[in-house]
Protein backbone atom coordinates (compact mmCIF):
# COMPACT_ATOMS: atom_id res chain seq x y z
CA UNK A 1 0.00 0.00 0.00
CA UNK A 2 1.68 3.61 -0.89
CA UNK A 3 2.06 6.40 1.94
CA UNK A 4 0.26 9.60 1.78
CA UNK A 5 2.58 12.40 1.97
CA UNK A 6 1.52 15.33 3.98
CA UNK A 7 4.01 18.43 3.34
CA UNK A 8 4.02 21.75 4.99
CA UNK A 9 6.37 24.41 4.97
CA UNK A 10 6.46 25.40 8.15
CA UNK A 11 6.24 23.65 11.38
CA UNK A 12 3.12 25.46 13.05
CA UNK A 13 1.22 23.71 9.74
CA UNK A 14 2.06 20.10 10.46
CA UNK A 15 2.83 20.01 14.21
CA UNK A 16 -0.35 18.18 15.26
CA UNK A 17 -0.30 15.78 12.98
CA UNK A 18 3.06 14.90 13.66
CA UNK A 19 2.41 14.88 17.14
CA UNK A 20 -0.65 12.45 16.59
CA UNK A 21 1.74 9.98 14.32
CA UNK A 22 1.44 6.29 15.92
CA UNK A 23 4.60 5.34 18.66
CA UNK A 24 6.39 3.44 16.32
CA UNK A 25 6.83 5.95 13.67
CA UNK A 26 10.25 6.54 12.96
CA UNK A 27 11.87 9.61 11.38
CA UNK A 28 14.36 10.26 8.38
CA UNK A 29 16.79 12.87 7.69
CA UNK A 30 17.76 13.32 3.68
CA UNK A 31 18.72 16.71 2.15
CA UNK A 32 18.59 18.48 5.54
CA UNK A 33 14.80 17.42 5.89
CA UNK A 34 13.10 14.96 8.40
CA UNK A 35 10.91 12.74 7.08
CA UNK A 36 9.03 11.44 9.86
CA UNK A 37 6.90 7.74 8.63
CA UNK A 38 4.63 5.95 10.30
CA UNK A 39 0.54 5.58 10.60
CA UNK A 40 -1.84 8.45 11.82
CA UNK A 41 -5.16 6.76 12.49
CA UNK A 42 -4.05 3.67 10.52
CA UNK A 43 -3.50 5.64 7.42
CA UNK A 44 0.07 4.82 6.41
CA UNK A 45 1.89 8.20 6.06
CA UNK A 46 5.38 10.08 5.66
CA UNK A 47 4.76 13.57 7.12
CA UNK A 48 7.98 16.36 6.26
CA UNK A 49 8.34 20.02 6.54
CA UNK A 50 9.65 21.31 3.06
CA UNK A 51 10.84 24.61 4.47
CA UNK A 52 9.84 27.94 2.10
CA UNK A 53 9.76 28.69 -1.75
CA UNK A 54 9.71 26.25 -4.62
CA UNK A 55 13.13 24.21 -4.85
CA UNK A 56 12.76 23.46 -1.36
CA UNK A 57 9.09 22.08 -2.10
CA UNK A 58 10.19 19.69 -5.18
CA UNK A 59 13.11 18.71 -3.35
CA UNK A 60 11.09 17.66 -0.18
CA UNK A 61 8.51 15.50 -2.79
CA UNK A 62 10.48 14.41 -5.12
CA UNK A 63 12.30 12.50 -1.60
CA UNK A 64 8.43 11.44 -0.30
CA UNK A 65 7.97 9.68 -3.53
CA UNK A 66 11.36 8.63 -5.05
CA UNK A 67 12.33 7.31 -1.17
CA UNK A 68 9.17 6.71 0.97
CA UNK A 69 7.01 5.71 -1.62
CA UNK A 70 4.16 8.21 -1.62
CA UNK A 71 1.21 7.57 -4.02
CA UNK A 72 -0.20 10.73 -2.80
CA UNK A 73 1.08 13.91 -1.96
CA UNK A 74 -1.22 16.46 0.49
CA UNK A 75 0.49 20.20 0.27
CA UNK A 76 -1.03 22.23 3.50
CA UNK A 77 -0.70 25.55 4.45
CA UNK A 78 -0.93 29.44 4.16
CA UNK A 79 -1.40 31.50 1.39
CA UNK A 80 -2.43 35.32 1.48
CA UNK A 81 -5.78 36.25 -0.81
CA UNK A 82 -5.91 37.17 -3.97
CA UNK A 83 -8.96 37.08 -4.95
CA UNK A 84 -12.20 39.94 -3.44
CA UNK A 85 -13.78 37.00 -2.78
CA UNK A 86 -11.27 35.24 -0.17
CA UNK A 87 -10.84 37.03 3.23
CA UNK A 88 -8.73 36.11 5.77
CA UNK A 89 -9.08 32.38 8.21
CA UNK A 90 -11.23 31.54 4.49
CA UNK A 91 -10.12 27.91 3.13
CA UNK A 92 -8.86 27.58 -0.68
CA UNK A 93 -8.51 24.24 -2.10
CA UNK A 94 -6.94 24.06 -5.34
CA UNK A 95 -8.34 22.50 -8.11
CA UNK A 96 -5.50 23.77 -10.52
CA UNK A 97 -1.73 25.06 -9.59
CA UNK A 98 0.63 27.20 -11.96
CA UNK A 99 4.03 29.22 -11.48
CA UNK A 100 2.97 32.67 -11.60
CA UNK A 101 6.95 33.78 -11.46
CA UNK A 102 7.27 31.45 -14.55
CA UNK A 103 8.72 33.45 -17.94
CA UNK A 104 10.62 32.15 -20.12
CA UNK A 105 9.31 34.45 -22.89
CA UNK A 106 9.80 34.33 -26.00
CA UNK A 107 11.47 31.04 -25.68
CA UNK A 108 7.95 29.80 -24.34
CA UNK A 109 4.57 30.95 -23.71
CA UNK A 110 4.05 33.06 -20.08
CA UNK A 111 4.01 31.02 -17.35
CA UNK A 112 4.38 27.94 -19.59
CA UNK A 113 6.81 25.38 -17.64
CA UNK A 114 9.55 24.64 -20.74
CA UNK A 115 9.45 21.96 -22.06
CA UNK A 116 6.30 20.36 -20.47
CA UNK A 117 3.66 22.24 -22.42
CA UNK A 118 1.63 23.56 -19.79
CA UNK A 119 0.67 26.31 -17.22
CA UNK A 120 -1.14 24.39 -14.80
CA UNK A 121 -1.22 21.09 -12.79
CA UNK A 122 -4.90 20.04 -12.32
CA UNK A 123 -5.18 18.70 -8.47
CA UNK A 124 -6.52 15.13 -8.08
CA UNK A 125 -10.14 16.03 -8.02
CA UNK A 126 -11.20 13.02 -5.11
CA UNK A 127 -8.92 14.09 -2.75
CA UNK A 128 -9.92 17.49 -3.71
CA UNK A 129 -13.60 17.14 -2.78
CA UNK A 130 -12.44 15.02 0.74
CA UNK A 131 -10.81 18.05 1.73
CA UNK A 132 -13.33 20.71 0.76
CA UNK A 133 -16.01 18.34 2.61
CA UNK A 134 -14.13 17.92 5.41
CA UNK A 135 -13.25 21.73 5.54
CA UNK A 136 -16.56 22.83 4.99
CA UNK A 137 -17.76 20.72 7.96
CA UNK A 138 -14.60 22.37 9.95
CA UNK A 139 -15.95 26.24 8.64
CA UNK A 140 -19.33 25.34 10.26
CA UNK A 141 -17.68 24.15 13.70
CA UNK A 142 -16.97 26.75 16.69
CA UNK A 143 -13.56 26.13 16.18
CA UNK A 144 -13.80 28.11 12.84
CA UNK A 145 -14.99 31.24 14.52
CA UNK A 146 -12.11 32.69 16.22
CA UNK A 147 -10.74 33.04 12.72
CA UNK A 148 -14.06 34.72 11.38
CA UNK A 149 -13.52 37.69 13.21
CA UNK A 150 -11.97 39.96 10.74
CA UNK A 151 -14.03 38.77 8.09
CA UNK A 152 -17.10 39.32 10.40
CA UNK A 153 -18.50 35.74 8.71
CA UNK A 154 -18.05 32.30 9.38
CA UNK A 155 -14.78 30.88 6.82
CA UNK A 156 -16.01 30.46 3.49
CA UNK A 157 -13.87 27.04 1.41
CA UNK A 158 -13.15 27.93 -2.21
CA UNK A 159 -12.08 25.84 -4.81
CA UNK A 160 -10.12 26.55 -7.71
CA UNK A 161 -6.70 28.34 -8.75
CA UNK A 162 -3.91 28.70 -6.85
CA UNK A 163 -0.65 30.73 -8.09
CA UNK A 164 2.75 29.95 -6.70
CA UNK A 165 5.89 32.28 -6.56
CA UNK A 166 9.23 32.59 -4.77
CA UNK A 167 7.78 35.92 -3.23
CA UNK A 168 6.60 36.73 0.05
CA UNK A 169 4.30 39.05 -0.76
CA UNK A 170 3.94 42.19 1.39
CA UNK A 171 2.64 44.95 -1.44
CA UNK A 172 -0.34 45.81 -2.51
CA UNK A 173 0.71 47.15 -5.84
CA UNK A 174 2.43 43.66 -6.49
CA UNK A 175 -0.62 41.96 -5.32
CA UNK A 176 -2.93 44.41 -7.69
CA UNK A 177 -0.60 43.51 -10.53
CA UNK A 178 -0.83 39.88 -10.18
CA UNK A 179 -4.59 39.88 -9.60
CA UNK A 180 -5.47 41.93 -12.80
CA UNK A 181 -2.77 39.56 -14.80
CA UNK A 182 -4.89 36.60 -13.35
CA UNK A 183 -7.88 37.09 -12.10
CA UNK A 184 -8.79 33.48 -11.78
CA UNK A 185 -6.25 32.94 -9.16
CA UNK A 186 -7.57 32.39 -5.09
CA UNK A 187 -4.75 32.79 -3.52
CA UNK A 188 -0.99 33.10 -3.71
CA UNK A 189 2.07 30.97 -2.01
CA UNK A 190 5.34 29.86 -2.31
CA UNK A 191 5.43 26.25 -2.96
CA UNK A 192 2.36 24.41 -4.01
CA UNK A 193 2.86 24.70 -8.06
CA UNK A 194 6.21 23.29 -7.12
CA UNK A 195 5.02 20.19 -5.47
CA UNK A 196 2.22 19.63 -8.18
CA UNK A 197 4.88 19.63 -11.15
CA UNK A 198 6.77 17.10 -9.25
CA UNK A 199 3.98 14.86 -8.55
CA UNK A 200 2.71 15.72 -12.53
CA UNK A 201 6.07 14.39 -13.53
CA UNK A 202 5.77 11.09 -11.59
CA UNK A 203 2.15 10.35 -11.89
CA UNK A 204 1.37 10.68 -8.64
CA UNK A 205 -2.11 12.34 -7.11
CA UNK A 206 -1.88 16.17 -5.91
CA UNK A 207 -3.63 18.03 -3.37
CA UNK A 208 -3.35 22.01 -2.41
CA UNK A 209 -5.19 22.78 0.95
CA UNK A 210 -4.43 26.76 1.99
CA UNK A 211 -5.67 28.53 4.58
CA UNK A 212 -5.97 32.34 3.94
CA UNK A 213 -3.35 34.31 6.77
CA UNK A 214 -3.71 37.72 5.09
CA UNK A 215 -4.62 39.66 1.69
CA UNK A 216 -0.55 40.29 0.72
CA UNK A 217 -0.62 43.72 1.32
CA UNK A 218 1.24 45.87 3.55
CA UNK A 219 0.06 44.23 6.86
CA UNK A 220 0.47 40.88 5.49
CA UNK A 221 3.93 40.26 7.70
CA UNK A 222 2.04 40.50 10.75
CA UNK A 223 -1.15 38.98 9.84
CA UNK A 224 0.60 35.96 9.05
CA UNK A 225 2.47 35.83 11.91
CA UNK A 226 -0.70 36.53 14.07
CA UNK A 227 -1.98 33.37 12.26
CA UNK A 228 0.55 31.35 12.02
CA UNK A 229 1.11 31.22 15.96
CA UNK A 230 -2.42 31.72 16.90
CA UNK A 231 -4.52 29.71 14.18
CA UNK A 232 -2.83 27.49 11.88
CA UNK A 233 -2.60 24.75 14.33
CA UNK A 234 -6.60 24.64 14.81
CA UNK A 235 -7.11 24.77 10.92
CA UNK A 236 -4.82 21.89 10.57
CA UNK A 237 -6.03 19.90 13.72
CA UNK A 238 -9.74 20.41 12.03
CA UNK A 239 -9.51 19.77 8.72
CA UNK A 240 -7.04 17.14 8.53
CA UNK A 241 -7.37 15.35 11.44
CA UNK A 242 -11.10 14.27 11.28
CA UNK A 243 -10.63 13.48 7.73
CA UNK A 244 -7.18 11.23 8.49
CA UNK A 245 -9.66 9.67 11.60
CA UNK A 246 -12.71 8.87 8.88
CA UNK A 247 -10.85 5.92 7.06
CA UNK A 248 -11.02 7.97 4.06
CA UNK A 249 -7.59 8.36 2.67
CA UNK A 250 -6.89 5.02 3.49
CA UNK A 251 -6.47 2.86 0.37
CA UNK A 252 -6.87 -0.72 -0.04
N1 LIG B 1 1.73 32.62 2.34
C1 LIG B 1 0.93 33.25 3.23
N2 LIG B 1 0.86 34.57 2.94
C2 LIG B 1 1.65 34.77 1.87
C3 LIG B 1 2.01 35.92 1.13
N3 LIG B 1 1.53 37.12 1.44
N4 LIG B 1 2.86 35.78 0.09
C4 LIG B 1 3.36 34.55 -0.22
N5 LIG B 1 3.05 33.43 0.46
C5 LIG B 1 2.20 33.55 1.49
Given at each position: ?????I????????????A?M??G????????RD???G??W????V???S????????????????????????FT??A??LH?????????V???V?????D?R??FG??E???L????F???P???????????????S?????A???AR??PK????L?AT?DV????I????????A??E????????G??????????V??????VI??R?????????T??????????????L???????A???A
Open positions: MGRLALGALHEEIADLLADPAATFRIAMFHVTLGTPCIALRIGKVAAAATACIAIQEFKASRVIGLGGADVEVGDVVASAMQYDMAPLRHIPLGRERDADALGRLLQDSAALFARPAAMPAGARPVHHGIGFVNDEYAQRLRQLPALCLEMEGATAQVCYEFGPFALLRSDADHAAKSDFDFLVNLARVYSAGIAPLLQSGLRQ
